[in-house]
């Protein structure tokens, strides 16, 4: 059984940080892809970073320049570090690992608040 656990979410200011983990059952290199995702009220979830096996990355333009994905494989973590946050960033984060196959997997969600 995979576990995802997000922790980190919390109620800050525009223009401050917040830095999200994610706990991963077991070892990371089951996964091809680990990433976070979010979804606002009203909205679809959509992609906010990723991070492959090899360790190369992609972003949503919206945080480009903002947020930067890293991989701790020792300790079986993927973290979002959110700087310069946004009122538009408010919303349900999620952490997400996609195996070598067709199979992804959820974390059960860390809200995060951005007050303007």
């Known amino acids: 059984q995979v576990l995802l656990e997000e922790s980190g979410g919390g109620l800050v200011q525009a223009g401050g940080s917040l830095r999200l983990s994610c706990l991963v059952s077991?070892?990371?290199?089951?996964?091809?892809?680990m990433g976070w995702y979010r979804q606002a009220p009203g909205k679809q979830r959509e992609l906010v970073a990723q991070?492959?096996?090899?360790?190369?990355?992609n972003y949503a333009d919206s945080v480009k320049g903002r947020f930067t994905i890293s991989r701790d494989n020792a300790k079986n973590a993927v973290n979002l570090q959110m700087n310069s946050l946004k009122s538009e960033d408010t919303g349900a984060y999620y952490c997400?690992?996609?195996?070598?196959?067709?199979?992804?997997?959820w974390g059960q969600g860390t809200q995060v608040t951005v007050a303007s």
């Open positions: 077991g070892s990371m290199f089951r996964f091809r892809n």
């Open positions: 991070i492959t096996n090899s360790g190369s990355t």
């Open positions: 997400n690992a996609k195996d070598w196959g067709p199979t992804y997997y």
